[in-house]
């Protein structure tokens, strides 16, 4: 199999590369630590597959995965995290992952999985399943996601206003709904609850 490792650790991203490589039937054509540069790799390389980390300048790995679902790539998406969050697995599955796996998984495992997502099959990390089946359900609208999300990286009112095209008092009903929702006192402590549990 041929696959892309995007991973914006670059110690981790060598030392996944090379064990990998040490296996007969995989070949790593393609290494990145930005989103966008793995979208752009996966274009031009078509690989198998996709090993991508969640947190990544440029894209985040579930932005990636949508990109690919989005652009009907045959490119299988393995999503390799330290976040247990149910609505990080949750986005994945929706934007068609193939797996979403622990990274302190043994390296035997982790390709033993990779093999079996190549031949079609899915994986989901147990801790991981269990997280999301035990999981409060996302109250939030994606406008309500799309708002904290700005509020989360530090825009006021104005500057997300300006993003959305929308009107100040729209900016401010939203918030003050999301506030609400999260059971919260402020914003930030809004938007700090929703993405400790992976919905922003």
Same mark, same amino acid.
């Given at each position: ?9 670059? !110690?981790?991203? =060598? +030392?996944?590369?090379?064990? /990998?490589?040490? $296996?007969?039937?995989?070949?790593? @054509? ?62 994945? !599955?929706?934007? =068609? +992952?193939?797996?979403?796996? /622990?990274?302190? $998984?043994?390296?035997?495992?982790? @390709? ?89």
């Amino acid at each position: 199999m041929r696959l892309v490792i995007a991973e914006d650790q670059g !110690m981790l991203r =060598g +030392a996944l590369a090379q064990l /990998l490589e040490m $296996e007969d039937d995989i070949e790593v @054509i393609g290494q990145t630590g930005n989103g966008r540069d793995a979208v752009e790799l996966i274009k031009k390389q078509t690989p198998d597959l996709l090993i991508a980390d969640i947190e990544m300048p440029g894209m985040t790995g579930l932005e990636v995965a949508e990109e690919i679902k989005r652009s009907c790539s045959s490119c299988k998406v393995v999503i390799v995290t330290t976040f247990a969050r149910p609505g990080y697995l949750e986005r994945a !599955m929706k934007a =068609g +992952a193939s797996g979403y796996i /622990l990274k302190d $998984e043994p390296i035997n495992n982790l @390709i033993a999985h990779l093999r079996l997502i190549n031949n079609g099959g899915r994986f989901i990390s147990p801790e991981l399943a269990t997280a999301f089946y035990f999981a409060k359900e996302n109250p939030l609208t994606e406008r309500e996601q799309d708002v904290l999300r700005q509020a989360y990286s530090g825009c006021g009112t104005q500057q997300i206003a300006d993003h959305f095209h929308l009107t100040r008092g729209t900016v401010r009903n939203y918030l003050s709904t999301a506030i609400q929702k999260m059971d919260a006192h402020s914003r930030q402590e809004a938007a700090k609850k929703a993405k400790d549990n992976g919905w922003i």
